[in-house]
């Protein structure tokens, strides 16, 4: 697996504008982002997302919430 | 008490991924042999029995979601269903087969509705140590 570093940091350096957003991030780079899952991967094609990164940003409410 | 030491193939560093969550994440890549989902952040949670889904990623992979053998999974906050598969699990350099639970609802963090690795599928494939202070993950597979 690739070293998802560098799309991390990106993720965490720009979560303030992405809140409550799924997002699709590679090599740096936003991708896409929309707040719902399903449509985030049927804005992006199956070969484009292949070795991206998906993860979700939480609001700022859902980052304060403990989770069990 | 009696000292035990343990060593690990590595380590990961998962402060990164825990900026935004409280939790210890890793990336990790679903696939079918056919079918390859995209890298997603998944919790390390020994509560759950089973490794767990969102239903997006069944339907990302093409798998027939009610074809998988059913499962009923209890969380502090209610019951859900699931249906098992199996698949390729890649997380980091380690790549295995396990038996995964894509549950009902599709992964909406931070509800209960989380993807997860569990004891079956995960725990049972490594010894695990986290020291959460250094924000560091040991893993030594236990392929067998």
Redesign the interface.
Known sequence: ??D??LD??W??DH?DELRGQWV?VREGNLIAADAD??NL?NKVP?EA??????????SEE??R???? | MTPQTLSFALSFDYGRLARLSRGVFVPVILNTGMVSAPIIEVRIDSRSSFCVFGRQWADALSLDWEAGDPLAISTAAGRFFAHLHQVTIQLLDFEWVAWVAFAEWDTMPPSPARDVLGLNGFFDHFLAAIDDRAEKLYLEPRFS
């Open positions: 697996m690739r998802i570093s991390r940091d993720v965490n979560a699709m899952i399903r991967l199956r997302y292949l070795e991206a990164l998906v993860t979700y940003v939480p859902e980052a919430q403990a989770v069990l």
